[in-house]
């Protein structure tokens, strides 16, 4: 079964870092570009990141640029996204995807890990 | 950015109804558009991509047309399983921008 995995998540003060994790399994996992995507609480979706299967290239929407930093480690199935300088902003369910190859959408998410900024 | 807009913002509708949510893109995005369902605490779930590709699994009472600009996802024989927030997304450019949402309600 293809699944996605997310953890992470918590209360943090703004300011502060929190790193969440995501553990893809049934699928081959280097070969697919994956994303985080983000909801605040009773809004919409925004989409935040994207990385290639091989790590080699990386986008993200300019309200987390030098901010937030995804990665992943292909050896453990796990995509990561590194949060700093964190913003009330920034409170949200964030869920990873996966996209179906040439960016034709995202096919499986995960059930999303909650980060909460407040003082 | 491309800024994807959705109309309606809301749509009632009754099981059996056949509906439509329309997505406008900001500019031209050929066929780079996707569609997704959530319904309350669960994740979305792809229903079209490439504006008219139909997701394995998902029923054939959902269906999905435009190109350029101006997209449709149109639902026929409504069922109780439909009920929930529609997004569409732009595939074509970064930001990946969703539009804000269609909720349909009974």
């Known amino acids: 079964e293809v699944q996605l995995l997310e953890s992470g998540g918590g209360l943090v003060q703004p300011g502060g870092s929190l790193r969440l994790s995501c553990v893809a399994s049934g699928f081959t996992f280097r070969t697919y570009t994956m994303s985080w995507v983000r909801q605040p609480p009773g809004k919409g979706l925004e989409w935040v990141s994207a990385i290639s299967g091989s790590g080699a290239t990386t986008y993200y929407r300019d309200s987390v640029k030098g901010r937030f930093t995804i990665s992943r480690d292909n050896s453990k199935n796990t995509l990561h996204m590194q949060l700093n300088s964190l913003r009330l902003e920034d409170t949200a369910t964030y869920y990873c995807?996966?996209?179906?190859?040439?960016?034709?959408?995202?096919?499986?998410w995960g059930h999303g890990t909650t980060v909460t900024v407040s003082s | 950015d491309i800024q994807m807009t959705q109309s309606p913002s809301s749509l009632s509708a009754s099981v059996g109804d056949r509906v439509t949510i329309t997505c406008r893109a900001g500019?031209?995005?050929?066929?780079?558009l996707s569609w997704y369902l959530q319904t309350p605490g669960r994740a979305p779930k792809l229903l079209i991509y490439?504006?008219?590709n139909l997701q394995n699994g998902v029923p054939s009472r959902f269906s999905g047309s435009g190109s350029g600009t101006d997209f449709t996802l149109t639902i026929s024989d409504l069922q109780p399983e439909d009920f929930g927030t529609y997004y569409c997304?732009?595939?074509?450019?970064?930001?990946?921008?969703f539009g804000q949402g269609t909720k349909l309600y009974i």
């Open positions: 997304q732009q595939t074509d450019i970064t930001p990946y921008n």
């Open positions: 490439f504006a008219s």
């Open positions: 995807a996966k996209w179906i190859p040439n960016y034709f959408g995202l096919d499986v």
């Open positions: 500019r031209s995005i050929s066929s780079y």
